[in-house]
């Protein structure tokens, strides 16, 4: 292990890299008696590799029932060094990366990175352009905006819609979204659906983005909230950025570190960065699995950022799918079964459910008229055949 550990020190690392192993060590330090009983099965000959080893050691092999309670936030600041230099060496390595070893990149980590998930929150995001925010119902704007929340029912949206990022803490933003969605929509449609964005495109939505909060008492526009909208109109052109990406993504980038409002050097140092690379400026391919690749290569960009084997199994579309809920049985008790869950109608199911009744042939013209009034009464619990029957009972 010892050989190990010290084996960069036989690497030729840039000054980055240097300052990122000298930190490792210090941490790996303190836990070195826990990490010598790990049997080393490889040695890279690479910093890259090298880290990721040393994380399976540390994540993997130690044996926690022996780990001292002074050394496990050790342990977990190296753990995070080693994830921020994985994805800072990765990020680096994509600025010489040209399309065919991006895609194969992309779809070796395919499964550690929840990419055939990633790609149904995408595709059915596709489906909501045509649409503008105000138009769609709560639960589909929360999913282009990327809040995952429980009305968020697997049997439809079978996907997490924060993965590439999560705007939960961004309340400036959600108060926005609830309330004048049409000040977004104003903003994003500085951005062209399709064909090139310019920097005098991407400046105008930064304009009405930032007026759109002048609206609200003390928020403030924020940055990355901003990259969501961008990233879901045009993940084409544009990736998310969050709190937790940006240290290693200007490391890897070799930038200096964006603040929360820097919406200039988000498009001048990140977007037209991201532009300049190979895998970018590569010709449209014909087959059609790689051109659903190529379609969102930047927003892909997000797969450079590390993430543990686990990470697919977080999915907040797994938790609420597996989720066990109370079932009555068949001798009147409640149980509780996996894989069901809570029926919460949203507003969507609701108008669906009461327009499916109202297709029905030869039905009475009061009941057309009552339709606000039975999905007002469906959206509360009621089934819509029970609304229906109740306004027949009155008005009939």
Known sequence: M??????????????VETAQYDQIVDYVTEISLNLMAVKVTNRPEDFLG???????YVRYGINMDLLDAKHEKPLQKLLQLLEASITCRQVKTSRITPWPFLKNF???QAERQALPERLRLLNYISTLRLSTLADMSDVERLAFAGKHLSAHEPAKFDFDVELFGSTRGAKGFHELLQHTPSLLDDALSAIP???DVSEADYKEFVKRYIAAFSTLDKAKAGLFAATRLLAMRRPDVFMVLTATKVDALCQGLGLVKLKATDFSRYWVDVIEGLHRQPWFKSAQPEDATELELWNNRVVLFDLFFFVDKDFANKSNYLKLKN???AVRSSTGGRTRATGAVRQKRTKESATEAVDRLLAEADLPSYLQSKRDSMIVEVEKGKS???VMQLIRAIFG
């Not at 960069?8 to 000054?15: A, G, I, K, V």
């Not at 090298?50 to 399976?56: A, H, P, S, T």
Request: aromatic content about 10%; hydrophobic content about 35%.
């Open 2 to 15: 010892i050989k190990f550990i010290t084996s960069p020190q036989e690497m030729r690392l840039s000054d």
């Open 50 to 56: 090298w880290c990721n080893e040393l994380y399976n």
């Open 106 to 108: 992309i779809l070796d």
């Open 193 to 195: 659906a399709e064909g």
């Open 323 to 325: 989720k066990p809920v």
């Open 384 to 386: 819509a055949t029970e």
